[in-house]
């Protein structure tokens, strides 16, 4: 079983950089497939990113964010990173890390209910 929590979220200015953390919590491990979701008010959650950690180099990114953001492993921490770089208001929402028991793929990814375990959120606020 995985519990996941996420930190380091918090409020910067527009153009800031923040990155974000995914751990499991007690003897949990990252699973194969990592995301990052990120859901604002007034709208549906979305996919932000995802990684096969089995390899840490099959990456996936919502096109809004590619060029920024950053998905990386730590396997050795048990931890997923979402690095995010050059931020906008439009980044503006609370950030989710999910993980999936299977793999990610390139068709599916994005797709929420398919992720096993979710964590509580961390908000990002960029002004």
């Known amino acids: 079983d995985v519990q996941l929590v996420e930190s380091g979220g918090g409020s910067v200015t527009a153009g800031g950089s923040l990155r974000l953390s995914c751990s499991p919590s007690?003897?949990?491990?990252?699973?194969?497939?990592m995301g990052w979701f990120r859901q604002a008010p007034g709208k549906e959650r979305e996919g932000v990113a995802a990684i096969y950690t089995g390899d840490a180099r099959t990456v996936y990114y919502a096109d809004s964010v590619k060029g920024r953001f950053t998905i990386s492993p730590d396997n050795e921490k048990n931890t997923v990173y979402l690095q995010m770089n050059s931020l906008k208001p439009e980044d503006t929402a609370m950030y989710y890390c999910?993980?999936?028991?299977?793999?990610?793929?390139?068709?599916?990814?994005?797709?929420?209910?398919?992720?096993?375990?979710w964590g509580q959120g961390t908000q990002v606020t960029v002004s």
């Open positions: 007690g003897y949990g491990h990252i699973t194969k497939c």
């Open positions: 999910a993980a999936e028991l299977g793999h990610c793929s390139s068709g599916y990814w994005t797709v929420k209910d398919l992720y096993n375990y």
